[in-house]
């Protein structure tokens, strides 16, 4: 006999085995009652971890995708034009737009060196959680000053998640420039507004004083030399204990017809 | 118990099976990610915000 001649015979034997092992299987063992609950339970375990995995995913990751690419369009949506060339630094009064009556208007953009060249975002009106801080990213407090006015110009941003467009705000140093360009094409409105930091704080989230129209300084009067930018986020990250605060005070302003502010073509220190 | 049964219902052949199963997948990610989570995240475990909180105005 070769070997060509056993090994159908052989093949056909082992799928004999194996058929009758089927055949005897098939009347499935029986579970036991204590074995069907606790492979229940096991599984029941498995699908809540992944859950659970996934939700991190979706916060940590999924919320930044999704609001980043909003948040670009947005700032596209304001029709800016591409300035050049460095104009003169206005000191004196600042043109001031008037605050957008609806919540969710997107009136400009904010520019921080410090937090990368590419970093661009736009500020929208109010400071609703769902409709302002979770799309627009940046939201203006209501009723505080607009750029370039005296008072406090507030600002609130999510510090991770949705965008996080305040994620690095701890690493802001003293006299690091943000950028503000308010934008109306229907007025034809367009100003740079130039603000360096002053200071950074970090408080409970009841110190509503450090939006006051002078920070921390509730009810004085505001001078035509006070012209505050505040920024609040979450502190530490991902929790809600703290608030992390940055002041900034107005250095000039320029007409966006004139040029760009040169902070936006130095890298920071 | 669930996982068997999964693979029981789905028809067709053992390569199909995994195919089933990965759409299947899919579909549940998306219906998570789109509805699900978004609900937990407003409605359960709101994010911290970051704003200080603004008294009532009267």
Redesign the interface.
């Known amino acids: 006999m070769t070997a060509h001649e056993t090994l159908p015979s052989h093949r056909g034997a082992r799928a004999d085995g194996a058929r009758r092992d089927g055949a005897r299987r098939a009347p499935r063992p029986r579970q036991t009652v204590g074995g069907?609950l606790v492979?229940?339970v096991a599984?029941?375990l498995i699908?809540a971890g992944v859950?659970t995995g996934?939700?991190v995913a979706?916060?940590a990751w999924?919320?930044d995708v999704v609001a980043v690419n909003e948040q670009t369009k947005l700032v596209q949506d304001l029709g800016q034009r591409h300035t050049s060339g460095t104009g003169t630094e206005h000191h004196g009064p600042a043109p001031v737009l008037d605050e957008p009556p609806e919540v969710t208007d997107v009136f400009g953009s904010m520019q921080i060196p410090r937090f990368g060249k590419d970093y661009e975002r736009p500020i929208g009106e109010g400071?609703d959680?769902?409709e302002v801080?979770n799309t627009i990213g940046l939201?203006h407090?209501q009723d505080t000053a607009m750029p370039g006015a005296a008072g406090n110009f507030a600002v609130?941003?999510?510090?991770?998640?949705?965008g996080k467009p305040?994620n690095q705000i701890a690493e802001l140093q003293e006299g690091d420039a943000v950028v503000v360009r308010v934008t109306d094409a229907e007025q034809e409105f367009d100003t740079w507004y130039v603000y360096k930091v002053t200071d950074s704080q970090i408080?409970t989230?009841?110190?509503?004083e450090?939006?006051a129209p002078v920070p921390n300084q509730p009810g004085v009067e505001p001078t035509a030399d006070d012209r505050w930018l505040t920024l609040?986020?979450?502190h530490p990250m991902?929790?809600?204990k703290e608030?992390f605060?940055t002041h900034a005070k107005l250095d000039y302003w320029m007409p966006a017809s004139e040029g760009t502010p040169k902070e936006l073509s130095e890298t920071p220190k | 118990m669930i996982f068997p049964f999964v693979w029981r219902v789905l028809p067709g052949p053992a390569v199909l099976k995994v195919v089933e199963l990965l759409v299947l997948l899919a579909a549940i990610v998306f219906v998570l990610f789109t509805w699900v989570f978004p609900w937990i995240a407003s409605d359960i475990l709101p994010p911290p915000d970051g704003t200080v909180d603004v008294p009532p105005s009267p």
């Open positions: 069907a492979s229940l599984e029941l699908i859950g996934l939700y979706w916060t999924w919320t400071t959680r769902e801080l939201g407090y609130a941003g999510h510090r991770v998640t949705y305040l408080v989230p009841d110190h509503v450090t939006i609040t986020a979450c991902w929790s809600a608030r605060i």
